[in-house]
C-alpha cells in the first residue's frame, strides 16, 4: 500500500550536484522515518540520510556537510540534495520508508531506485 516514486538520478562529474526526490504515497500508512540508501556494485545497500517524522536528521560519515534531505509536506515528497560529490557516490539510490504497523513493530519499503553516475 506504501508506493515510492524516485526521480533525479543522472550522469555528473566530479564536483557537481544533483537532486533526487522520492514522492511517498503513504495511502494511510503511518511513516514513521523517510531515508535515501544507496549500492555501489558489488556492495551492500547503506544509508545515506533519514528524516524522521520529528524532523531530526541522521547523515552517513562519508556524506555529512555535502548532502542534505528534507520533506516537503503539502507535495508528500522526501528530496536529497548532493553537492560536491565524488565517484565513490555512485550507486543505485532507494527511497526508504519506515511504517510502524504497531508498537515495536516496523515494515520497510523501498522505490525502484535511480542511479547515480560521478565521473572523474
Known amino acids: 500500500q506504501v508506493q515510492l516514486v524516485e526521480s533525479g538520478g543522472g550522469l555528473v562529474q566530479a564536483g557537481g550536484s544533483l537532486r533526487l526526490s522520492c514522492a511517498v504515497h503513504d495511502n494511510g500508512a503511518t511513516i514513521i522515518e523517510r531515508g535515501w540508501y544507496r549500492e555501489a556494485p558489488g556492495a551492500q545497500r547503506e544509508m545515506v540520510a533519514t528524516i524522521h517524522s520529528s524532523g531530526a536528521e541522521k547523515y552517513s560519515d562519508s556524506v555529512k556537510g555535502r548532502f542534505t534531505i528534507s520533506r516537503d509536506y503539502r507535495a508528500s515528497t522526501v528530496s536529497l540534495q548532493m553537492n560536491n560529490l565524488v565517484p565513490e557516490d555512485s550507486g543505485v539510490y532507494y527511497c526508504?520508508?519506515?511504517?510502524?504497523?504497531?508498537?515495536?513493530?516496523?515494515?520497510?519499503?523501498w522505490g525502484q531506485g535511480t542511479q547515480v553516475t560521478v565521473s572523474s
Open positions: 526508504q520508508a519506515v511504517e510502524i504497523v504497531f508498537i515495536g513493530k516496523r515494515r520497510d519499503h
